[in-house]
């Protein structure tokens, strides 16, 4: 089906917004904080954690990225309050990352000093390879002062395993979410062979875990989970030193079947204002994901 999946991606852009509205609803909160509380705390009581995701990215202004801040620390406080079993995941470009470094970092600490007093955590999310270097770079700046910090790799760039590498050297303390990467990036950067991504998924999983890391294993491919539980298997690791992580509203099924296999699990569930540009850039990045909400909509079998 990998035309099918080409096409959903090439006809996207004209496809009417209320279509990719409704084909969105079960992969996005919904526009306001209140929507991501609700759906959040379903997930609570289905067993599975949840990190938050205001969408938007790729800010232009700094008031922008102020504000941008501010919403976070709002949606910890509300987390607090409604003692949600969640965290949240932020993109630096959304706190200023490419308007100026010290001010996305000056941005980046108020709220991961306000996560800390709350009791909560941050994940640094990883974007393009355009910001590989400077998310890594503010990660291990803050893992200086606080221990409530995570970040991302991507098992798709050939530079992951010397990050993964560099970050856990001397013993440091490493909080990490593992995941294939989205991005179009060219050859010379990034392993196009879906085997060899899978491989070095499994490569680097084995790595992270072996040396400390605290991993979230980010993943709706069935072979990679079955890597996850060998592994922690093998290495019998604690329920409490690693967690699986997985999309909102994709393989629901398979999210069943990892909890209730002991195991624990958290949803990545973004929301906000932004929801039809996340959901247009996310579906065109990821034909296979595309193909698969289009059929979904539109009750088409595989």
């Known amino acids: 089906m990998d035309w099918f999946n080409r096409l959903v991606v090439k006809t996207m852009p004209i496809v009417p917004k209320p279509v990719v509205r409704r084909a969105s609803q079960r992969y996005i909160a919904g526009a306001a904080l209140a929507d991501a509380v609700r759906v959040v705390r379903d997930l609570n009581q289905r067993g599975m954690m949840a990190t938050l995701d205001i969408l938007g990215e790729f800010i232009s202004k700094r ?11 709002q949606a910890l406080d509300v ?10 995941s932020i993109k630096l470009t959304a706190f200023g990352l490419k308007l ?3 001010f996305c970092l000056e941005n980046v600490g108020k709220v991961v000093q306000h996560a ?4 909560n955590f941050v994940r640094l999310d990883m974007e393009d390879s355009s910001c590989t270097s400077d998310t890594i770079r503010i990660y291990q700046t ?16 050939r530079r992951a395993l010397a990050d993964i590498r560099s970050l856990m050297a001397n013993g440091t303390p490493t909080n990490v ?7 179009v990036e060219p050859r010379s950067i990034a392993y196009k062979n879906r085997e060899l991504i899978n491989k070095n998924f499994t490569f680097l999983l084995d790595e992270l875990l072996r040396g400390g890391a605290y991993v979230g294993i980010a993943t709706h491919d069935e072979r990679l989970v079955w890597d996850g539980m060998r592994l922690v298997d093998q290495l019998k ?13 994709v393989d ?33 990045e990821n034909p296979q994901i595309a193909g698969y909400v289009i059929r979904k909509f539109f009750g088409m079998k595989e």
């Open 63 to 73: 008031e922008e990225a102020t504000a941008t801040a501010t919403a976070y620390m």
């Open 79 to 88: 987390i607090a309050k409604e003692k949600l079993n969640s965290n949240i």
């Open 100 to 102: 100026n470094y010290d």
């Open 116 to 119: 800390r007093n709350l009791g």
């Open 142 to 157: 803050l893992r200086k002062d606080f221990d409530n910090v995570g970040v991302v790799i991507q098992s798709y760039m």
């Open 177 to 183: 979410r593992l995941c294939k990467g989205i991005y």
């Open 237 to 249: 690791l604690p329920k409490d030193k690693y967690e699986f992580q997985m999309l909102l509203g």
């Open 252 to 284: 629901e099924e398979l999210r069943d079947v990892i909890v209730n296999a002991g195991h624990r699990l958290r949803i990545y569930v973004p929301f906000g204002k932004h929801w039809y540009a996340y959901s247009v850039r996310r579906l065109q």
